[in-house]
Structures are given as structure tokens and as C-alpha cells.
């Protein structure tokens, strides 16, 4: 099981308001009690911070806002000694535009004018003598062209914020300094690395304009199919892991708009490439065709579909990671559970599904307390970048400031990053000083401190089920069958190898629930609960409202 930390946000040793690497060592003693292999820690390098820290300006160095490296020395010392592995974030399709790499590409002269895409405009038909267009229609993910002119009249390339100029793969200098980059962090003790929008790296030759006219065009399709991604990883994995023969890593891809087909390519051993990636399907079967910011009543059978898909896409070859939590997601209590009346069914009922599924999975810290949304209510509340951005064009287009507003306190970034609550005291024990985002009024009674000799608490139950993950050898190889695929309020699937057979039940509903008749389901009434999430364990019968039940038949 690995564990993300968002260290802005998970504990502040000094006072200052912003989480930090002391913070993390100091609670390293939690991630242990809950049963955490390896730990994910968010970008704490050197970084003006326009994007938290996904702007990177100096890949060696620490963030002083974070500690220093003999801090981070220390935190790897501390986790070795606990059994746990640090991963670190990988952030190489882009770096800040304050980087001593972008700076000295800004001259053309400069040889590092090759390691960022620098690109003459389009002349503009419509504008004034020597007014350019960008120099094709692709579109940033944060909206907008994803081209920024320079002082200088040129063009760069920015997939993201415009102050997080894509990289140059294709340049060799550019892969043999990345490259370097990591095993000088493998050096440290370093375990290895979730790798950020990986599959971003390898653009398509001559940057053609994508479909969907003339001054934008959504270009991701086809730069995410760019085959010059398998070459990249491989050379990756020879001249930075294989260079290691006596360790072992973990390496996380972050791939946006990944096909199944190209998810089993990167992560099928033979290949040596990755070991899992990150996929945002099943996140993202709640948007509307405005995007994210467009929320939809969640339909239950396109979740689970969308999870069921991938379970068989990569059961032969490739590894799933299982995730509905992260730094870039509201929280899935939230967004879909009951937050009111059934809050500890609900987070105990999303966990329990989702590590029963085949996979490595992944915990967001605050998710094992059962962390809800922040009630944001203004703009002026939020810290990140693309909420920011989202309101602007939304506003800009005439939309009802309180329509915008409303979606964003839905589905807006911030939600997963306020801070940790350990306590009911002041900060919720996050920090002494002023947090950086508002804590919930909620960490009265939610939180860690509460929770923690709670043996029915949410807290409580992940440890169990993180524990069963370890013991249970059908939740690691066992088969997996979708039940049921249209039923509304009941998720029910069958893990099953050459020695046990596991039927899993949930019910995502306020209401009492039956269960089907049918062969799957004999049997069921006799069989043995390995772990339920009501306090009584679950008795025999109707499913009650957020039940979670694991029966061996």
C-alpha cells in the first residue's frame, strides 16, 4: 500500500503555516500503525510555487519552505527504519520557467535554446503589421493557448500554466540531464518515482495543428498516442534503474487520457518500462462536457464499469494502481458518498470496494479519517491555479458567478489539500501558526486523535483492510468478475482463485437493499465475513444503507 503525502499540507514543525519535511518524519509513526509499504511525497523541490510546487526551478535542491536535504536525508533514514520506501515526484514534462535551463534558453544563441520547444508565430491575417499567432492551436490544460509569447517575439510551449515550459525529449542532452537527476536521488536512498504526466514527454514531430480548428485544438489524443514514449521509458529504465542491479523501485506513470491497450504496453514486465500508471478514467465519469467543472449526479454503473474495464484489461499483463483519492481530486466521501447521516459507512463502504479490486493501492492522507470537502464559499479562498484560472474564463464568458463558485466547491483541487486534521485543537493540530488553506471546522470530531482507539472508527477499518491486503492471497492474484453491471445502488464482484472464492457487496444508497438471487450469490448466507463495515460485522440478510461486505462462499 503506498501512502501520498501532500506536504504542504500534512504537518508544520515550525510554525509557519506550511507543512514541512520534519512534519512528515515527526508522524511517520501513523503512516507505520496503519500498515503503509511506501510512501508518495508530493514535489518539496526548489519552486516558485505557481502550481504547488509542479514548477520546478532546481530538481536538486530543497524548497527551503520544506527543510533542507539533511532533512530529507533524515526522513529517508527514518522510514528505512520502519520498513517503509520513499517515492519521490517526478516532474520532467515541464519545469518552472524560473529553471537555469529555461532562463539560458531564453537566448537564442544559447545552446539550451534546444531543451524547450522555442517556436516562431503564424502571421496573424487579422492583426497589424508583424502580429503573429501562436504557432499552432494546441490548448493548455489550465485553458487558454498553450504557447506564451516571449519579450523576444518567440514562442514556448507550456501543456500546463504558462509559467511550466514543457521540456524537449527529443533533445538527447535533455534526457542524459534527467536522467543524471534521478540517480543522484537514487543515490540518496531515494526508492523511486511517481512520474508526472509522463505521458506527455514525447510530442509529435513538426507539432502539427490538432483537430478542432483554427485557434484551439485539444492536441492531448494524439500527443499522449506519440509512440516515441515506449523509447523514452525504456532508455529510462537502462540508464537509470538497470544501473542498480542489487535494489528494487517503484515507478508510478501519471498518464492523462490513457487507453487501457496503451496502459498493458508500458507496464507489462517484459517490456521494462513502468510498473503501474496512474489512469483518470474512473475519475472522471462524473464530468460533464464542460469538463470537471461540470459535475454530474454520479451514475454507478458507469463507475464501476469503468474499474471492471481495466481489471480485465490488465489481468493477463500490466498492473492496476486502485486510487479515488489524490492531490487533484475532491475528496470521494464527498463526491460520492453521504457526508451527513451515513459519513463512516460511506468512507468505510468507497475503501473496501476499492481495495478489493486487483491492484496496488493508494491512500491520500486524510482519506483514512474519512476527510471531507472544504465548504468554500469565494474565489479569494482558494490557492490553486487552475480553480483560479477556471473562474476566470468561466466569469469571462458571462457565467453566473455563483454557478462557477458551486462547481468549484465540488470538484476544486483545493479540497484535497487542506490541511491534515490530527486533533481537535487549534489548526487541528496541522500547525501552531496561521495554515496556509482554512482548516474544516469538522476536525472538532474528525480527526486522527478521535479516531485512533476507536475500534469501529474509519480509521479502525483501514487498518484492517490494509492489513487482509497482505494476508489474503486472492486479493492479490485472484481473478476478478463484474456482477450485476447494471444495477444502480449495488457494486458486487467476485474475486476467485484456485482455492477461494470472494463476493464483495456494496450498497451506495440511503435505502435498505436486497440482494439478487443467482449462482454468484449461493452460497452466501453461510458463507464466512472476512470484513464488513457495520460494527456488528453483517448479519446475514438485505444489505443496510453504505454496507460493506467481503464473504468467503
Not at 490544460?141 to 506564451?148: D, K, M, P, R, T
Not at 487549534?426 to 472538532?444: I, K, M, Y
Request: aromatic residues 10%; negative net charge.
Amino acid at each position: 500500500m503506498v501512502y501520498q503525502v501532500y506536504p504542504r499540507s500534512f504537518a508544520d514543525s515550525d510554525g509557519d503555516g506550511i507543512g514541512d519535511i520534519p512534519g512528515i518524519t515527526s508522524r511517520l509513526d501513523h503512516l507505520a500503525a496503519l500498515g503503509v509499504d511506501a510512501v508518495w511525497l508530493s514535489p518539496v523541490y526548489v519552486s516558485p510555487h505557481v502550481d504547488n510546487g509542479y514548477d520546478i526551478a532546481d530538481y536538486q535542491a530543497i524548497d527551503p519552505v520544506f527543510g533542507t536535504l539533511e532533512d530529507l536525508d533524515a526522513l529517508i533514514a527514518a522510514m528505512h527504519e520502519r520498513g517503509m520506501r520513499l517515492v519521490m515526484d517526478l516532474v520532467v514534462n515541464h519545469t518552472s520557467d524560473e529553471h537555469p535551463w529555461f532562463v539560458a534558453s531564453r537566448d537564442p544563441a544559447n545552446p539550451k535554446r534546444s531543451w524547450y520547444f522555442w517556436r516562431p508565430g503564424r502571421p496573424d491575417p487579422d492583426g497589424g503589421p508583424g502580429a503573429t499567432l501562436p504557432p499552432n492551436n494546441w490548448s493548455s490544460v489550465f485553458l487558454g493557448s498553450a504557447w506564451e509569447q516571449d519579450a523576444g517575439g518567440s514562442y514556448y510551449l507550456h501543456s500546463f500554466a504558462a509559467k511550466q515550459p514543457d521540456l524537449n525529449w527529443g533533445e538527447p542532452a535533455v534526457r542524459e540531464a534527467i536522467y543524471s537527476m534521478m540517480r543522484w536521488w537514487l543515490d540518496r536512498g531515494v526508492d523511486g518515482f511517481r512520474m508526472d504526466v509522463i505521458n506527455l514527454i514525447s510530442k509529435p514531430e513538426g507539432l502539427p495543428d490538432a483537430p478542432g480548428g483554427p485557434t484551439a485544438g485539444n492536441q492531448l489524443e494524439m500527443v499522449v498516442g506519440d509512440p516515441g514514449l515506449h523509447t523514452y521509458l525504456a532508455e529510462m529504465r537502462r540508464e537509470v534503474f538497470d544501473r542498480y542491479p542489487d535494489r528494487t523501485f517503484l515507478t508510478v506513470g501519471e498518464m492523462l487520457a490513457v487507453t487501457p491497450e496503451q496502459a498493458v504496453l508500458v507496464t507489462d514486465p517484459e517490456r521494462r518500462e513502468l510498473d503501474m500508471v496512474f489512469q483518470f478514467e474512473h475519475v472522471d465519469v462524473d464530468h460533464g462536457q464542460l469538463g470537471k467543472y461540470d459535475p454530474q449526479p454520479l451514475d454507478l454503473r458507469d463507475l464501476k464499469a469503468s474499474l471492471a474495464r481495466w481489471q480485465v484489461a490488465l489481468a493477463e499483463r500490466g498492473w492496476n494502481s486502485l486510487y479515488f483519492n489524490n492531490h487533484d481530486q475532491p475528496r470521494a466521501i464527498s463526491r460520492w458518498g453521504d457526508t451527513s447521516q451515513y459519513w463512516r459507512e460511506s468512507a468505510t463502504l468507497l475503501a473496501g470496494v476499492l481495495h478489493m479490486h486487483r491492484g496496488t493501492p493508494f491512500v491520500y492522507q486524510g482519506e483514512e479519517i474519512g476527510m471531507t470537502n472544504y465548504p468554500f464559499a469565494r474565489i479569494e479562498e482558494y490557492r490553486d491555479i487552475e480553480a483560479a484560472r477556471a473562474y476566470e474564463v468561466a466569469t469571462a464568458l458571462g457565467l453566473p458567478s455563483e454557478l462557477i463558485l458551486g462547481t468549484m466547491a465540488k470538484m476544486s483541487r483545493d479540497n484535497a489539500r487542506t490541511p491534515m486534521q490530527w486533533d481537535g485543537e487549534a489548526h487541528a493540530g496541522f500547525t501552531t501558526g496561521q495554515p496556509w488553506l482554512p482548516v474544516h471546522l469538522n476536525h472538532l470530531w474528525l480527526n486522527v486523535a478521535d479516531q485512533v482507539e476507536d475500534a469501529d472508527s474509519v480509521l479502525s477499518f483501514y487498518k484492517r483492510l490494509i492489513a487482509l491486503r497482505k494476508s489474503e492471497d486472492v486479493l492479490t492474484t485472484g481473478t476478478f468478475t463484474l456482477l450485476e453491471p447494471d444495477h444502480k445502488q449495488l457494486w458486487a464482484f467476485l474475486r476467485a482463485d484456485e482455492r477461494d472464492r470472494l463476493l464483495v457487496l456494496a450498497n451506495f444508497s440511503d435505502d435498505e437493499l436486497g440482494i439478487p438471487d443467482g449462482d454468484a450469490f449461493t452460497g452466501l448466507d453461510g458463507g464466512r465475513l472476512l470484513l464488513g463495515n457495520y460494527p456488528d460485522g453483517g448479519a446475514p440478510g438485505p444489505l443496510r444503507p453504505w454496507e460493506f461486505r467481503a464473504v468467503y462462499l
